[in-house]
């Protein structure tokens, strides 16, 4: 079975641009969530998707947007990027929407903003 | 709000040698517990995980952890580090109000002498 897959790995954009990241989960869960990974602010969690609803969102400004979509594959949109915005955003799938269920994570797109 | 604590930022131990990562909780209710793990380049991979019972609970690679209610703890433990086991490891505590959402500590970076 394969993993959860995020695409590009690798992101380069400057200031004041959006960025569009997308997730594909892995088959059968229809549970996605995002999070944030600096080094000064650790991991963050920004949103949770299920059955196309978003259930769970951080504190993070509005510039950070996500969705889903009816084959579960996720989206998340950064506007206005700023350079705090550079980090490795990760993307975690599982089954259904319990924290008693395993979340799998994929490997992450490195985001660079200049 | 919930948050967890890892009071080490670094570990160095050497191959073969006995480890125990250390990780503090505070959370309200009774928490669900995880151990992940993350390699350079790589997503994380969850190691173990608390919900309920018996307090010692096992993991994938040689891995424990033990809940204990009382020091509000939740500590990583292997009897014998190998080379491979150097990464940076995050406990997290999730949400009993419904999702997946993952709060995290800083993480302790794990180095293994030879």
């Known amino acids: 079975k394969a993993g959860v897959t995020q695409t590009p790995r690798y992101l380069i954009k400057t200031r004041g641009q959006q960025v569009t990241l997308s997730c594909s989960p892995i088959?059968?869960?229809?549970?996605v969530s995002w999070y944030q990974q600096t080094p000064g602010q650790g991991l963050q969690f920004l949103f949770e998707?299920?059955?196309?609803?978003?259930?769970n969102k951080g504190n993070f400004p509005g510039r950070f947007s996500g969705r889903q979509f009816s084959n579960s594959r996720s989206e998340m949109n950064v506007s206005t990027l700023e350079l705090g915005d550079s980090a490795l955003y990760l993307c975690a799938s599982s089954g259904d929407p319990s924290i008693t269920d395993t979340q799998y994570f994929g490997p992450g797109t490195r985001l660079t903003v200049l | 709000a919930q948050s967890v604590t890892q009071p080490d930022i670094h570990i160095t131990v050497s191959e073969g040698a006995s480890l125990e990562l250390r990780c503090n909780y505070s959370y309200g209710a009774t928490p669900y517990l995880f151990w992940y793990v993350q390699s350079p380049g790589q997503g994380l991979q969850l190691l173990l995980k608390y919900f309920s019972g018996d307090t010692l609970v096992q993991g994938i690679k040689g891995f424990e952890a033990e809940f204990k209610r009382s020091q509000s703890s939740f500590n990583l433990r292997k009897p014998s580090v190998h080379w491979s086991d150097a990464a940076e490891y995050f406990c997290?505590?999730?949400?009993?109000?419904?999702?997946?959402?993952?709060?995290f500590g800083t993480g302790t970076q794990l180095k293994v002498e030879l």
């Open positions: 997290a505590v999730g949400s009993t109000g419904g999702g997946n959402k993952l709060t």
């Open positions: 998707y299920f059955s196309e609803t978003q259930r």
């Open positions: 088959s059968g869960h229809r549970s």
